[in-house]
């Protein structure tokens, strides 16, 4: 399932990304695939709530300033105007939803988080990283709308490498993302990547071969 529109990458950055795992590889038996998504997420609820906010926004001020637009008192005819102004707001509000400013307000971290996590998850099991021999696949994820990022390993690999050890990839690419680069923090992440991975899944000489695409998904 799509989310969202893709990312224009150059071909040069491309490039780059399948150089980082190609070197990250070297150092580690491990295989790294690095993914990005423009969101996780379709977050229907969010244009739900920004719908009624709007609406209820216009519908409080024009009954508190009755007096403005209703100088000679309530018809039929106002209530319509009323309902009509009310039905624009929702939809305009409904419109807006779809940003992704007004998707950060209205969704909660939590559920962000949630959104990130099925969507590495799935992404997983599309690609196929548990095809590995030694079930040592490594997703490396980041989400864009959200502003989080996802290191998901194999269930042998996750078991075997400290909790703590995904918290440091993460910590590598968030830095020059959060200034904007996500290429470079992606490429930092990778290399973060070959370099723990070594300590749990050394390089075996002559018996390394790459199972998994090298190409950013």
């Not at 709308?145 to 400290?162: C, G, R």
């Amino acid at each position: 399932m799509e989310t969202g529109d893709r990312m224009n990458l150059t071909q040069e950055e491309r490039t780059r990304v399948q150089q980082a795992v190609a070197a990250a590889e070297r150092l580690t038996s491990a295989e790294v695939v690095p993914m990005i998504v423009m969101r996780s997420g379709l977050y229907r609820d969010a244009r739900y709530r920004a719908g009624l906010t709007a609406a209820a926004a216009v519908l409080a001020t024009l009954l508190t300033v009755e007096a403005a637009w209703l100088p000679w008192g309530w018809h039929a005819a106002n209530a319509a105007w009323l309902m009509l102004a009310t039905l624009i707001a929702y939809g305009i509000g409904y419109r807006l939803g779809g940003l992704d400013p007004i998707i950060r307000l209205f969704t909660s971290a939590d559920r962000m988080r949630h959104k990130v996590k099925l969507r590495a998850e799935r992404a997983f099991a599309q690609h196929d990283l548990s095809r590995t021999r030694d079930r040592n696949g490594l997703l490396i994820m980041i989400s864009l709308l959200e502003h989080q990022v996802y290191v998901l390993a194999d269930q042998p690999l996750f078991e075997q490498a400290p909790a703590g050890l995904w918290d440091q990839i993460v910590a590598e690419v968030v830095k020059p993302v959060k200034s904007g680069d996500v290429i470079g923090g992606l490429c930092r992440g990778i290399e973060r990547a070959g370099i723990v991975m070594a300590q749990y899944c050394p390089p075996r000489p002559g018996d390394n071969p790459n199972e998994l695409p090298d190409e950013l998904i």
